[in-house]
């Protein structure tokens, strides 16, 4: 898939180099910028400001993991200015920190990129100003491109009590310029590196992705580093849920030079720039100013902040068909226009444009239109039509970068015919907005998987899906079974995810697309459309993630006539494992010596159920090239038996058709050699 994790990919998935500042988790020094007046750290003498160490002085951990996992930043009300001609970053950030641990914090650490320094930093309680004392220091870690970050430690006049908040006044400013050190500390090629570490401010070129690539705004948390399994990316899954419910305002001035920028992405929010040239009767080739906007306040939601410039405006292609359009919609009125959508003008065109591309291959924008008509009757199909925003893309090498329905990738390769399944991902998002990652995500990859399997058959298609679910097997738990404890012992908790508060990729893409599979098996596809053509059209909600699909539940239980409640209790609200599945046994007879029948035969189908999630499987009876299919409920732990009747001899029974994710395998067959009876 073109789609992927806003957090740079660990090319080379090798141990970290050895070494004592590595294994001690902290190295610093005091930054060359600091400011007359900021103290040392204790037991360390403050560096002149002309002065740069060659490289970090290793030293002696004074705060933990835990100290710095205590602060928690509840809302960001940042001003920005950028210069790209010179990569430069200047920031004020208003911060409002909680102590989420169990001790008083004395002190705050709070971190950016490497490549800024800490300025300042002032305590707010009402009108009253209080200027902390400020040390800083080089700090490892992988959540910035250049591997390190630049900690500041925040003496406070006063311990912050657990549960207390403060309010922080930080300026700090640097630049900010590719960088791939982190990766080539693990092994990566320069070339490596730059494919996945792309983050910069760059004439042309600024793109920040935030955590777990360039911290180009403030947080707290531990040192993280790739090369520790899958460490890093599970912090940013957390983070991002941790930041669902985290205001961010962001005022944003970029210093221009010739033509100015035209627009800016923060977190898939598109504001055009508003330009103050220095001389307003200067020549445009060779004017300078300012170009600004501002982001109010809104929830950050399951993301990491990001910001894209764009120096260009988008080319909007490929228009729905107007009578597509109004006959397939399942709902007469027009559709909110999100927060995420690039802008007013995908509302103003009679046929809605489903992509917004900026780029310079205009000679690639036909095929890519092209490919996104051909996909469109499947999504209009499933989700009903017109999207709720254009899909926008930035035309960009390297790594692809994903957040809602704003795209940053290649446009040849995503033009490419190969690449269909992934436009269908991106394109779903579009489409699909709800703010509910195992909807979203699951539901575009559910609809990738429905495009391979209308290009290339239903077969590839559970290929696909099956891959995609491999990795579950080994990070689902193991659920113990209730009746083999004893009533006085509690049972351990699961240690999965529930796909309602999941922040690993594994539970909210690849676990939640065999969900809508399931459900589509389940409560079949006109249902399914049905309910999801009307549940996207709803307006924004502020209910939780479980109220939320509890109300899904009820909806597609209303669309279907079917009893949900054991399956969203197993597979989304509760993670339950997953099943364990076998033939136990299968006894056929032959009934044409039968007086009631005369003719067919009878088989007798025990499945068990070993696992801990219930499930609902299909039971397929193959007699030669014909076949009689029968759903199955298996109860987790339990056994069931059931008899299908079928016209010929059957030669097969076939359990699971590979769409429910199992223990084991996902497929069990057993062949029969019928023995008459007469």
Not at 39 to 50: I, L, W, Y
Not at 101 to 121: C, D, F, V, Y
Not at 190 to 197: F, L, N, S, T
Request: hydrophobic share 40%.
């Amino acid at each position: 898939m073109l789609a992927s994790t806003a957090c740079a990919q660990d090319p080379t998935p090798a141990p970290p180099p050895p070494g004592k500042v590595l294994f001690e988790r902290q190295t610093e020094s005091v930054s060359p910028d600091a400011q007359p007046g900021v103290q040392a750290r204790p037991g360390q003498q403050a560096v002149p400001p002309t002065t740069q160490p060659a490289t970090p002085q290793p030293s002696s951990p004074e705060l933990t993991d835990a100290d710095r996992s205590a602060v928690t930043l509840t809302a960001y009300d940042l001003d920005v200015r950028l210069t790209p001609a010179t990569s430069a970053l200047t920031a004020r950030a208003l911060l409002t920190l909680r102590n989420t641990g169990a001790q008083p914090l004395t002190t705050i650490a709070l971190q950016i990129s490497s490549t800024l320094h800490w300025e300042s930093a002032t305590l707010i309680d009402g009108a009253k100003r209080t200027t902390l004392p400020l040390s800083q220091h080089l700090l490892d870690t992988d959540t910035d491109h250049t591997g390190k970050s630049s900690e500041a430690i925040l003496t406070l006049p006063q311990p912050l009590a657990p549960g207390a908040t403060i309010t922080l006044d930080t300026f700090y400013s640097g630049t900010i310029t590719q960088s791939a050190e982190r990766l080539e500390r693990i092994g990566a090629t320069e070339a490596q590196g730059a494919e996945a570490d792309w983050d910069q401010i760059a004439p042309g070129n600024t793109a920040l992705r935030g955590f777990g690539n360039v911290l180009w705004y403030p947080i707290a948390g531990p040192q993280i580093f790739l090369g520790q399994g899958a460490d890093l990316f599970q912090a940013v899954g957390r983070v991002r849920l941790a930041n669902e419910q985290v205001p961010f305002h962001l005022r944003l001035a970029v210093a221009y030079q010739s033509d100015p920028p035209v627009a800016i992405y923060f977190c898939g929010r598109r504001e055009p720039l508003h330009t103050l040239p220095d001389d307003p009767d200067a020549p445009v080739a060779s004017g300078s100013g300012l170009a600004t906007a501002d982001f109010p306040m809104q929830l950050i939601g399951f993301r990491t902040p990001n910001l894209f410039l764009f120096d260009h405006n988008e080319t909007l292609i490929a228009p729905l068909p107007v009578a597509a359009s109004s006959s397939s919609s399942t709902n007469s009125g027009t559709p909110p226009m999100p927060t995420a959508s690039p802008s007013a003008w995908v509302g103003s065109h009679d046929t809605p444009p489903m992509l917004a591309v900026e780029s310079g291959e205009d000679a690639t924008l036909p095929r890519l239109a092209d490919s996104a008509e051909s996909i469109a009757p499947l999504l209009e199909h499933w989700f009903g039509a017109p999207p709720l925003s254009a899909l926008t893309v930035l035309d960009h090498t390297g790594q692809p970068f994903e957040d809602g329905p704003f795209l940053v990738a290649p446009i040849s390769t995503l033009a490419g015919s190969d690449a269909s399944s992934a436009l269908a991902h991106s394109l779903t998002h579009a489409w699909v907005q709800t703010g509910q990652p195992w909807m979203d995500e699951g539901l575009a990859q559910f609809a990738a998987l429905l495009w391979v399997e209308q290009s290339l058959g239903r077969t590839r298609a559970i290929a696909e899906l099956n891959d995609l679910l491999q990795p579950l097997v080994f990070v689902e738990p193991l659920v113990p079974m209730q009746t083999a404890q004893p009533a006085s012992t509690p049972l351990p908790a699961p240690i999965g995810e529930p796909l309602i508060t999941a922040t690993n990729e594994l539970y909210y893409r690849r676990k939640a697309v065999a969900v809508w599979f399931m459900l589509r098996g389940i409560v079949g596809d006109d249902a399914l459309c049905e309910t999801l053509a009307a549940w996207r059209m709803q307006p924004p909600s502020h209910a939780s993630a479980r109220e939320q699909a509890l109300e899904l539940e009820k909806l597609l239980e209303k669309t279907s006539g079917k009893d949900l409640a054991w399956f969203f209790h197993d597979w989304v609200l509760n993670d339950q494992g997953l099943p364990d599945l076998s033939i136990v046994d299968v006894i056929t007879r032959d009934l044409s010596s039968d007086q009631l029948h005369k003719s067919g035969w009878l088989v007798s189908v025990t499945v068990r159920n070993d696992g801990g999630a219930t499930a609902e499987v299909p039971v397929i009876i193959r007699s030669g090239t014909f076949s009689t299919t029968k759903r199955l409920l298996i109860p987790a732990y339990g056994q069931v038996s059931d008899r299908v009747l079928v016209e010929a001899p059957p030669t097969q029974v076939v359990l699971n058709d590979g769409t429910t994710p199992e223990v084991r395998i996902s497929l069990h067959q057993r062949d029969l050699v019928p023995q008459p009876q007469h």
